[in-house]
């Protein structure tokens, strides 16, 4: 925390505690923090050896700055967490001068297990066979398959169904789906 003064340690310390309390009713958040909007540092954070990182460079920073509006980074593989994640930024600006300063960034990262994953694995209704999954635009599996082990960001899909949605089509299609295997496939782009 280096050269913070008392009251910044105090409010940071109050400011930790209400993201603590967020994250304990939330469980798809796997870490809340927030970045100061100027030096780029992580200022205070729900798992404390992350605050004083450097997020100079990183979407969650540069692009709040730019557009000062909040901001999705895709799925993603974080060092820092050991695992697949995405995340979601928003610009936290000064309440007392009518939002015209911004004060610092909120980063919420998913914790996809607890989140989309356990959607996707919902399969009511998809019979013994059928299962819900989602490319990014590369075509790389973003979510986990029925089929195929540690999928995500590492198995690229070029089945038809997963190319036309990629190519912002809508549409149901019998076609070979990633396994080879014939099966009836709905389609869209998100």
Not at 1 to 20: K, P
Not at 89 to 111: F, N, Y
Not at 155 to 175: D, L, M, S, Y
Request: with cysteine.
């Amino acid at each position: 925390m280096g050269s913070y003064q008392h009251e910044e340690i105090e409010a940071l310390s109050i400011i930790r505690g209400e993201l603590n309390s967020r994250q304990s009713v939330y469980e798809s958040y796997s870490e809340l923090f927030i970045i100061h909007p100027v030096t780029g540092k992580v200022m205070v954070s729900t798992i404390v050896n992350h605050e004083g990182v450097d997020k100079t460079f990183d979407p969650h920073f540069t692009e709040i700055l730019q557009s000062e509006k909040n901001y999705i980074k895709d799925i993603y593989y974080s060092k820092v967490m050991s695992e697949n994640t995405m995340a979601f930024s928003r610009p936290i600006t000064c309440k007392q001068h009518q939002g015209e300063h911004l004060v610092g960034i909120l980063v919420a990262r998913i914790d996809l297990d607890n989140s989309l994953y356990k959607l996707l694995s919902d399969r009511v209704g998809l019979g013994t066979t059928g299962e819900t999954l989602l490319v990014n635009k590369d075509g790389y599996a973003i979510s986990k398959l029925r089929w195929k082990e540690d999928a995500p960001l590492k198995f690229k899909i070029n089945a038809t169904p997963a190319i036309n949605a990629i190519q912002g089509k809508t549409g149901v299609i019998i076609e070979n789906d990633y396994r080879n295997e014939m099966v009836v496939a709905a389609y869209t782009y998100i």
